[in-house]
């Protein structure tokens, strides 16, 4: 133990160690040989088979090898076998067992056959998968060295009196007459101290009794022996599950985080169950229990997210990544309220400040928004959880609330109130100028007036019932490229460019009047918004399924989440002072018009909130 392929070709115990370093320094490999030559005369050369493959860690850094070896009898030494043939080893007639335990199968002379190289790998993957997520050996693990004349526990197989073997029987040794069979041979003191270097702890049952225990898991526990494991009530009444997580109880009442595995083998020739027992750092038991935590709650089918104190997402399970369209990996360490709409964000972090301060629990409706930006109604629960209630805990409703028949009506309010404001303001404003624009105004006055005239209109849009007219087949990108050409002597004289990117036809059936007039309202709102200087973008494309678009990208001041909220909706209150472009300039129902005039043709209006790129408008037509 310990000794590098290198060291024991120097001290002549190996041969062509060179291919195993090879080997090793590289992937994976199988079938390296090497050559173990005799010790003295009496002993017999062993050919050496390894195969392995490399170890990494959570970085990828690779740790080191992971292999088995097969040692096979040696047809002959190879530095002799130039000389002289080797004599055939005489086989131990079919009455007389050979000298093997029974979970020990003896070798030809010479490479392995196809079939018991097939055994040996299928052995190698099973008894990787066993091992792969098992760390390392800890570095800090003391070595436990053996005592001559240290009780080996009290075991009933056990013999210390009985010497080591020195010279192990050959492939083609048979035992003498009168020897029991090799499976029912007492443990030596070297094969238990062997079980006794591992740093895991070992304990072995046979007939619902434990009969033995490794000296590591003694140290590691506290206990003198078996019989005082066996005193404080067993395996059974010392290993307590804590949740997700495993504790073995020491000698001095501490627990101990340990990973147990249970192993069905023979040992001492008799069936056993082999309890193997590693301990688990802090950090590994904490990790232990996440896994299992996660688990769990991936079982849950309703969206649950588990938030730290300031709101920060721990974790979502499944349910909650695929409501959301992110993977639960993009959720963790972000806000909750970003899966929340901005409208409903100041109740929810109010609602989540409330059970953090010591509230039993909250039950509020949002809504949710998705990674497409589609905002959907929702109830979800709030709670403290975790071991000291120091997370917070929310679970979603996955069925969208009722809406109440009063709010469902509430839609049909917004004609009604635009006309009659509508008609409040045309009236006095009529008496005050005379005349639909006068021209005696100028300054601050014109534009003022510009702005209560575009409401006005802006009022008739929103409070005009859709008239039944029959659509018709017409081009769009040919329409926008007329009005393009209208407002470009305007645009130039502001020394703003206006850039267009339309194919020869984009077809859609609609109405023409209302598209001609809702494509010149987004062109002229983008030309109003940019500074001079600068650039509007006009494009016109077909989106496959979601139909003809038209997008328009401009240079002016963008709209936030909040901001866009607030202006798509017509009864909302304005902030003060105008936090949009369309309420600072005198315009606040201006976006609530353009979509209310798209849904009214069956298509849709919406705005990407770019803070960075200004504003980018797309009217989607069937």
């Given amino acids: 133990m310990g000794a590098t392929f290198a060291v024991l070709e120097n001290e002549g115990l190996l041969q062509s160690s060179a291919d195993i370093a090879d080997a090793i320094a590289g992937g994976s490999f199988s079938d390296v040989k090497a050559h173990v030559p005799a010790a003295t005369p009496d002993e017999a050369a062993l050919d050496l088979s390894l195969g392995g493959a490399p170890v990494f860690d959570a970085g990828r850094r690779r740790q080191g090898t992971r292999g088995f070896g097969v040692l096979s009898a040696a047809a002959a030494p190879p530095l002799l076998a130039q000389t002289r043939p080797a004599p055939p080893a005489p086989l131990p007639p079919a009455s007389e067992p050979a000298g ?100 895991l702890g070992l304990l072995v049952q046979q007939d619902g009794a434990a009969t033995y225990a490794n000296r590591t898991l003694l140290t590691l526990t506290g206990w003198e022996d078996l019989a005082d494991i066996a005193a404080a009530g067993g395996l059974d009444a010392l290993l307590v599950r804590d949740g997700a997580s495993l504790h073995l109880a020491t000698a001095a009442g501490t627990p101990l985080p340990v990973e147990v595995r249970l192993v069905a083998a023979p040992f001492l020739g008799r069936p056993a169950l082999v309890h193997v027992i590693r301990p688990l750092s802090e950090a590994e038991g904490r990790e232990a229990r996440a896994i299992a935590r996660r688990d769990a709650l991936d079982m849950v089918p309703w969206p649950l997210f588990l938030l730290e104190p300031d ?135 014109r534009d003022a007036f510009a702005a209560v005239a575009s409401t006005l209109d802006d009022l008739a849009t929103l409070a005009a019932t859709v008239e039944a007219a029959a659509p018709e087949r017409c081009d769009l990108a040919g329409l926008v490229s007329a009005t393009v050409a209208a407002l470009t002597p305007a645009a130039r004289r502001r020394g703003i460019a206006l850039r267009l990117d339309a194919p020869d036809a984009v077809t859609v059936t609609t109405l023409r009047p209302q598209v001609t007039r809702l494509a010149r309202l987004m062109l002229e709102e983008a ?96």
């Avoid at 979603?396 to 008609?423: H, M």
């Avoid at 909302?572 to 005198?586: Q, S």
Wanted: one cysteine or more; aromatic letters at 4%.
């Fill in 311 to 445: 709101g920060t997402i721990r974790f979502a399970n499944r349910a909650a990544a695929e409501r959301l369209g992110f993977s639960a990996l993009d959720l963790a360490g972000e806000p909750f309220i970003v899966a929340v709409a901005p409208q409903d964000r100041a109740a929810v972090v109010a609602a989540m400040d409330r059970v953090a301060a010591g509230a039993a629990r909250e039950q509020i409706t949002l809504a949710l928004r998705d990674r497409a930006g589609t905002v959907s109604p929702a109830r979800a629960g709030l709670t403290r959880a975790g071991a000291e209630d120091q997370m917070l805990c929310v679970v979603v409703d996955p069925e969208p609330p009722a809406v109440p028949a009063a709010a469902s009506a509430g839609t049909d309010l917004l004609p009604r109130f635009a006309s009659r404001l509508r008609q409040a303001l045309a009236a006095p404003l009529a008496r005050l100028t005379g005349m639909p624009a006068p021209a005696a105004l100028s300054g601050p006055e």
């Fill in 100 to 199: 093997f335990g029974e979970n020990v199968v003896p070798l030809r002379s010479g490479t392995l056959s196809p079939q018991e190289r097939s055994a040996f790998r299928e052995i190698a993957r099973t008894l990787a998968a066993a091992i792969e997520d098992w760390p390392k050996p800890r570095p800090d693990l003391p070595r436990l060295d053996p005592q001559p004349n240290a009780p080996l526990n009290t075991l009933p197989h056990a013999d210390v009196d009985v010497p080591a073997r020195s010279e192990p029987p050959g492939i083609g040794h048979a035992p003498e007459p009168d020897a029991p069979p090799a499976s029912e041979h007492p443990a030596a003191p070297d094969d238990l101290d062997l079980l006794d270097h591992l740093p």
């Fill in 527 to 622: 030309v109003a918004a940019t500074p001079a200087g600068a650039s509007v973008s006009i494009s016109v494309f077909d989106d496959g399924t979601a139909g003809a678009c038209l997008q328009v990208s401009d240079g002016g001041a963008a709209l936030d989440e909040v901001a866009l909220a607030a202006a798509r909706d017509p009864l909302a209150p304005l902030p003060t002072p105008a936090a949009d472009r369309f309420a600072a300039a005198g315009r606040p129902l201006r976006l609530a018009r353009l979509a209310r005039e798209a849904e009214s043709l069956g298509g849709t209006f919406e705005v990407a909130p770019e803070p960075a790129r200004g504003m980018i408008a797309r009217l989607r037509l069937p």
